[in-house]
């Protein structure tokens, strides 16, 4: 899907289609009942945590409960279809990212355009990912593993947390930047791919530090690289894949948007919130230890990322010809 730069001030203008009067009042009396944030993944994993994180110090800030509804199915896609549909009140919020930015690609027959239909209002966080391998891999470092992939082709198995993941296309992403042939093995999740990982039926896996780390920790993986574009505080030590591969990243990011032609005056507030949130030293504490960078700021800079990673992972979807689960 070619994504036309001017989604972008279409964005940002997205609330001029209300009278102003109504809008303005609107954000006054904001919120009088509780306000929904949509999380298209289950209970227990990273978005539905972030989102419960935000959520809380919302209810708290604001006065009034954050629900926090797990619609989950499509990648995330139900979610988001559901929160496009909504009406564009401030009401119905939703946990938006990468997921969204490689689904606009990946599924080609969706019933909305994410871009076009939602309004950015902050980005929260971009978390780290880590290469892994089996301790059975001769490789201790990136180039000895592109190495070992190049001597081996088909031989290693790289596992995912799904089809279109993050953790997927950073494999992918991988494969072809370094020109190595890793065969794709797609489980139901986190558990599993690490399950797979550790007991050898698979090689190689992309995949958060949280989830990953304590199991690096007790010998039972071997750690080779971040994804990331700049130094880990967490992981100072650590090599980066784009150090051997330059241009190479591979983060998780997550914000928050609402349907198109929300009043402006209401993201505003909302965005303001948010970056209060994202500004107290415990919230950042939080969220640096579990290997996120926090982002914030205004929301054209969050719909900037979910464009140039929708652009950045199309191209990724459309290189290698990805389907759907």
Same mark, same amino acid.
Request: net charge positive; proline share 7%; glycine share 10%.
């Given at each position: ?10 964005l ?6 209300l ?11 904001y919120?009088?009942?509780p ?9 227990? +994993? $990273?978005?539905?945590? %972030?989102?419960r #994180? /935000? !959520?809380?110090?919302?209810?708290e ?6 629900v926090i509804?797990?619609?989950?199915g499509?990648g995330?896609n ?6 496009v ?12 990212g990468?997921p969204?930015?490689?689904?606009a ?7 909305f ?16 990912n880590?290469?892994?391998?089996n ?8 180039p ?10 088909g031989?290693?198995n ?6 279109g ?16 042939d890793?065969v794709?093995v797609?489980?139901? +999740? $986190?558990?599993?791919? %690490?399950?797979? #990982? /550790? !007991?050898?039926q698979?090689?190689v896996?992309?995949?958060?530090m949280?989830?990953s780390m304590p ?9 080779l690289a ?51 949130i ?17 982002l ?8 900037k ?8 992972w199309?191209?990724?979807v459309r290189a ?5 689960e």
């Amino acid at each position: 899907m070619k994504l036309p730069r001017r989604a972008f001030l279409h964005l940002a203008a997205g609330a001029v289609a209300l009278p102003a009067t109504s809008r303005t009042a609107r954000a006054q009396a904001y919120p009088t009942k509780p306000v929904k944030l949509i999380v298209g993944f289950g209970v227990g +994993g $990273a978005p539905d945590i %972030l989102s419960r #994180l /935000i !959520g809380q110090s919302m209810s708290e800030r604001l006065g009034r409960p954050f629900v926090i509804e797990n619609r989950t199915g499509a990648g995330g896609n139900i979610a988001a279809e559901m929160v496009v549909k909504a009406l564009p009140d401030g009401y119905t919020l939703l946990l938006a990212g990468s997921p969204n930015a490689i689904n606009a690609t990946l599924y080609d027959k969706l019933n909305f355009n994410f871009i076009r239909d939602t309004t950015p209002v902050v980005g929260i966080a971009n978390a780290l990912n880590l290469l892994l391998v089996n301790p059975s891999v001769p490789a201790k470092t990136v180039p000895e593993l592109i190495a070992h992939a190049k001597a081996n082709p088909g031989k290693l198995n790289m596992a995912s947390i799904g089809i279109g993941s993050v953790p997927h296309m950073a494999g992918e992403l991988f494969k072809m930047r370094a020109g190595v042939d890793l065969v794709h093995v797609p489980y139901r +999740g $986190a558990l599993e791919a %690490l399950t797979a #990982l /550790i !007991g050898g039926q698979v090689q190689v896996l992309f995949l958060s530090m949280l989830a990953s780390m304590p199991h690096v920790l007790a010998g039972k993986l071997r750690l080779l690289a971040v994804t990331t574009g700049v130094r880990s505080d967490l992981l100072p030590d650590v090599s980066r894949v784009d150090k051997f591969l330059p241009g190479y990243e591979a983060t998780t990011s997550w914000g928050i948007s609402v349907p198109r032609n929300s009043p402006a005056k209401i993201v505003d507030l909302l965005n303001k919130e948010i970056n209060a949130i994202l500004a107290d030293g415990m919230i950042r504490k939080h969220l640096h230890d579990e290997g996120a960078t926090v982002l914030g700021g205004p929301p054209a800079d969050f719909g900037k990322l979910i464009a140039e990673e929708t652009e950045k992972w199309g191209k990724v979807v459309r290189a290698v010809n990805l389907k759907p689960e």
